[in-house]
């Protein structure tokens, strides 16, 4: 119930807008969001680099309204990508990408977004690094699924993002796995009507289970991206039963989010990306954060009270 209410006010640009104001707000988001600024990602980075682990760094931003706002956040892409080769960091960072922050979502958005994502992926394959394309809502998976599939004809390195709580995920898992197919399966955090997707953690977890495997059967390379001590077991068994080198698949966790897991599991040999997401544009995906454990939310009551 808590996690719908975040879920829709995630999308209400008055509660957007007061929220963005509230210091004690703006503190919190600091444990979640590296920064404003891709300087401010990036040292974040070579932090996380000197530890053994990767990255994968986001600019923040969805939902653009106008073409003008898409081609800032192409333009704020590419800025950050000369800061990475500046850096010598394109081995340990790639880049995660929102559709609809260039433009999906705009009329003749498809078009929009397949010019202004490759001009990033190419920009990026310049510099020695490649994107992933995340997932948003169900509304937007076929889109983005098309999108990806064009994008893969010039950059076959891609990745993209399946969502294991959607019904629709085994068969999308089935049709993605391949080699060299980059997928990243996470549980997904959006807001979705039962019609499409599970809601039930235990379905949820019986679904990533289940797509896990088809993409490891498939031959794809898997990017495990979960915080649920139960999925890395459950994906560190499935590895090991493949016989899967450990360059042939990751763990992913986002910042700030059990930084000792992250850790361990880099010790021991697995690649371990975290996910670096830097900007002013915070809201939407601090709301996904709070929204996805319960204990944020007294945290943040905690903030607000001053305590
Ligand atoms: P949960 O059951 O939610 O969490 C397991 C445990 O992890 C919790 O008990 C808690 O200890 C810890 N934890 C999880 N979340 C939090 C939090 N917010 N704060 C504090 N502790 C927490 N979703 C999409 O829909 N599209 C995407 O493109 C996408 N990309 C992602 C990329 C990465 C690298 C990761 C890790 C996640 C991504 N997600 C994406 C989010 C994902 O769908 C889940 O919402 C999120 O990972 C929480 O699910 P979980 O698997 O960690 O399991």
Redesign the pocket.
């Known amino acids: 119930m808590m996690r719908r209410v975040l879920l829709t006010a995630a999308k209400i640009p008055a509660i957007r807008n007061l929220s963005v104001r509230l210091p004690p707000i703006r503190r919190m988001v600091d444990r979640f969001v590296a920064g404003e600024t891709p300087e401010a990602a990036l040292d974040a980075v070579a932090r996380i680099a000197a530890t053994g682990r990767v990255a ?1 760094i986001d600019h923040l931003g969805e939902d653009t309204t106008t073409q003008a706002a898409a081609l800032a956040a192409t333009d704020a892409n590419l800025r950050l990508i000369s800061l990475i080769a500046e850096r010598g960091l394109a081995e340990v960072a790639e880049l995660s990408l929102k559709a609809s922050a260039i433009g999906q979502a705009l009329p003749g958005g498809h078009a929009l977004a397949q010019e202004n994502a490759e001009r990033i992926i190419a920009a990026a394959h310049e510099a020695g690094t490649r994107v992933t394309i ?3 809502d169900h509304t937007t998976t076929d889109a983005t699924l098309a999108l990806v599939q064009e994008l893969r004809e010039e950059f076959p390195d891609t990745g993209t ?1 399946l ?1 294991a709580m959607l019904h629709r995920t085994p068969s999308d898992a089935e049709r993605w796995a391949h080699p060299g197919s980059r997928i ?1 399966l ?5 807001n979705e009507p039962a019609s499409v997707a599970h809601t039930d ?1 235990r379905a949820i977890n019986a679904s990533y289970v289940a797509c896990l495997h088809r993409l490891i059967d498939g031959g794809a390379h898997p990017m495990v ?4 001590p139960a ?1 890395i077991q459950a994906a560190l068994d499935l590895l090991a039963e493949a016989g899967r080198p450990a360059d042939s698949y990751e763990f ?3 910042y700030g ?2 930084p000792t897991e992250q850790q361990r599991l880099a010790d021991a040999g697995h690649t371990v ?1 975290v ?1 670096v997401p830097y900007g002013t544009d915070w809201y939407g995906y601090f709301m ?2 709070l929204a ?2 319960p204990a ?1 939310l007294a945290l943040l009551g905690r903030a607000l009270i001053g305590r």
């Open positions: 994968t995340d997932m948003e993002v969502q990243r996470c549980k997904g955090a959006y953690k991206a979960t915080h649920d999925l992913q966790m986002l989010i059990r990306r996910y996904r954060r996805e454990k944020n």
